[in-house]
């Protein structure tokens, strides 16, 4: 009996943060798909960062603009932005800057572009066009998708990810993932990070 009310509960807190998710970001995919429409962007899917959540916890969403559903998920750094100034909430709360070596976050639409090797991680690295005047600078400043073998691959909070140098860095496993929809993809795709 108790491992069937704990199962149901389980099911319930399960759906009612997938139902929370599609409510509370139902607003951007809605203007994502409408902006892969205009530019000639992957209509099929696109990837949103949402940097206001803790960052032991997903925070990177593969949504699905067909079954208009967050199809996969998983941990992301922010940038330590620590580089120019004291950050003492370095790792709670992450700072957009887009001053070259300020190791900051960057808001915004991105292009995520051609394929690269990296030095990090499965080493794979995707450049990422800045869309917007809050990410102008991304290819200047080297702020690429790319895996680290210091990210986790499964929710971690209350611990903190570990900081980068502005990238949004995923897991090895998830980066793998990742490259397998981007190199199947004919069309490029667009990468929103929020906060």
């Avoid at 996969?72 to 909430?89: E, I, P, R, S, W």
């Avoid at 990422?128 to 102008?136: D, F, R, T, V, W």
């Avoid at 502005?166 to 190199?183: I, R, T, Y």
Wanted: proline share 2%; aromatic share 14%; net charge positive.
């Amino acid at each position: 009996m108790k491992r069937t009310f704990l199962l149901l509960l389980l099911s319930f807190v399960c759906c009612n943060n997938t139902n929370n998710e599609k409510a509370k970001y139902s607003d951007y995919h809605a203007e994502a798909k409408k902006y892969c429409k205009n530019h000639n962007f992957n209509e099929d899917y696109y990837f949103l960062v949402d940097l206001s959540v803790h960052s032991g916890n997903n925070r990177f969403y593969v949504y699905d603009f067909r079954s208009s559903e967050i199809v996969d998920k998983n941990l992301v750094t922010h940038g330590a932005c620590d580089h120019f100034q004291t950050n003492l909430t370095k790792y709670s709360k992450a700072k957009f800057n887009t001053k070259v070596d300020s190791h900051c976050s960057m808001k915004g639409k991105y292009k995520i572009g051609k394929r690269d090797y990296s030095s990090w991680g499965i080493n794979v690295k995707y450049w990422l066009k800045g869309l917007e005047a809050s990410n102008k600078n991304a290819e200047e400043r080297v702020v690429v998708l790319h895996s680290w073998g210091k990210v986790s691959d499964k929710e971690i909070f209350p611990n903190y990810s570990p900081l980068s140098w502005g990238c949004p860095a995923v897991s090895d496993a998830f980066m793998k993932k990742l490259d397998e929809k981007l190199q199947a993809s004919g069309k490029p795709v667009l990468l929103w990070i929020i906060e």
